[in-house]
């Protein structure tokens, strides 16, 4: 059973930095395009950044310029490095994984966690 897996939240003061980690347990997970979504109460979930097979990297426009995506295939992991934190990137951040292999869709989600910026 894949499990989608993220971690690295908490509560960090303004002007902070946090980073997140997904670990994915997909086999050829260099053939999954990654993302990072968020969500905060009452609003929808929007796209933090994502970053695909080739490495091609795609940010919302709320965090271009301070955070950055990442992965390592060896380790079957993406992370989110966040840095110059506001108190409006509080939500929680859920990872997700989605291909297509031999005409087969495949789209996975972590359960999410918690980013709290605040002083």
């Known amino acids: 059973q894949v499990q989608v897996v993220e971690s690295g939240g908490g509560l960090v003061q303004p002007g902070g930095s946090l980073r997140l980690s997904c670990v994915a347990s997909?086999?050829?997970?260099?053939?999954?395009?990654m993302g990072w979504y968020r969500q905060a109460p009452g609003k929808l979930r929007d796209l933090v950044a994502a970053i695909t097979s080739g490495g091609n990297t795609n940010y919302g426009d709320s965090v271009k310029g301070r955070f950055t995506i990442s992965r390592d295939n060896a380790k079957n992991t993406v992370y989110l490095q966040m840095n110059s934190l506001k108190p409006e990137d509080t939500a929680v951040y859920y990872c997700n994984a989605k291909s297509r292999i031999n005409f087969i869709r495949y789209d996975y989600w972590g359960q999410g966690t918690q980013v709290t910026v605040s002083s």
């Open positions: 997909v086999s050829f997970f260099g053939l999954y395009d």
